[in-house]
């Protein structure tokens, strides 16, 4: 089992940054690729960008490509999301997700994580 608690969201003007921490517990978070999502009112929940249990392999949502980086420190059990540029439409609430550990690369699909923290609100105003 492994608990999800993410940090760092707020309210950012247009054009702000915003750093998002995912800080994990329970078992090795070395060994489970890992996602943000976001999901604004009356949208789906979307993948922004995911990273490999190593760090080697990345995905990033077309939206968010060259504004948003994703990290992970896995001596600190950690998974970070550095959003630059942010636009009006970024406003939404954003979870981290971990996969199952036999699944090391990441994905954009909400249905192949089995773990999700609580959610951090992210609203960026004009």
């Known amino acids: 089992q492994v608990q999800l608690v993410e940090s760092g969201g707020g309210l950012v003007q247009t054009g702000g940054s915003l750093r998002l921490s995912c800080a994990a517990s329970?078992?090795?978070?070395?060994?489970?690729?890992t996602g943000w999502f976001r999901q604004a009112p009356g949208k789906e929940r979307e993948c922004v960008a995911a990273?490999?249990?190593?760090?080697?392999?990345?995905y990033y949502a077309d939206s968010v490509k060259g504004r948003f980086t994703i990290s992970r420190d896995n001596a600190k059990n950690t998974v970070y999301l550095q959003m630059n540029s942010l636009k009006s439409e970024d406003t939404a609430v954003y979870y981290c997700?971990?996969?199952?550990?036999?699944?090391?690369?990441?994905?954009?699909?909400?249905?192949?994580?089995?773990?999700w923290g609580q959610g951090t609100q992210v609203t960026v105003s004009s």
């Open positions: 997700a971990a996969r199952g550990a036999n699944y090391p690369s990441p994905s954009r699909w909400p249905s192949s994580y089995d773990y």
């Open positions: 990273i490999s249990w190593s760090g080697g392999s990345t």
């Open positions: 329970g078992r090795t978070f070395s060994n489970y690729a």
